[in-house]
């Protein structure tokens, strides 16, 4: 039969022991104040009107890029007649050479990211200038796909809002 040690907090001996356990004991209360609330389960069990809008717009952004992207980097689909500006537009993108893949790739991560629910603060702040210069090309050379740029940028800036709790550590001037 194992004997039972005690050790009296002012034993020497005593005190590192009893330091680590009181550590490890309160690690986790330390740690999870530090993490928002959505990380819980409990917050899964009690779904609310945002979060469910966040998981559609979410879901419905990475859907597009994803597509977007799989669609012309394995070229699924016929190439749509360009004409005037908009020609001339992917004309100067084609002639780089790399920035239509790159593009393209990004979008595809992104879009992976945003559908899986896996790193998408990350991702929502990578895919910010891609929305942004999407809502410029068809707000000054093609008025015609309007309509999903809005959405896009929309989506994005709605994201972004959501998971300002990611980003406010950063804004914070040191």
Do not use: W
């Not at 009893?18 to 309160?26: G, V």
């Not at 993490?35 to 009690?46: K, M, Q, R, V």
């Amino acid at each position: 039969m194992a004997k039972a040690v005690r050790f009296s907090i002012h034993s020497t001996a005593a005190l590192p022991i009893a330091q680590a356990m009181l550590a490890i004991h309160c690690a986790p209360v330390y740690l999870a104040r530090d993490i928002p609330s959505s990380y819980f389960y409990h917050d899964f069990l009690n779904p609310t009107p945002m979060k469910i809008a966040t998981i559609v717009v979410r879901i419905l952004l990475g859907a597009l890029y994803a597509f977007s992207a799989i669609t012309v980097l394995f070229e699924l689909g016929p190439t749509p007649e360009m004409e005037g500006r908009m020609a001339t537009f992917f004309e100067g993108m084609a002639a780089s050479g790399y920035l239509m893949t790159m593009v393209k790739i990004t979008e595809l991560v992104c879009g992976i990211a945003l559908i899986s629910g896996f790193f998408v603060p990350l991702a929502t702040v990578v895919i910010f200038p891609i929305s942004l210069n999407i809502l410029m090309t068809h707000l000054f050379v093609a008025p015609e796909g309007m309509p999903v740029a809005i959405f896009v940028i929309l989506a994005n800036l709605f994201l972004a809002y959501r998971y300002m709790d990611h980003y406010r550590p950063m804004l914070v001037p040191k």
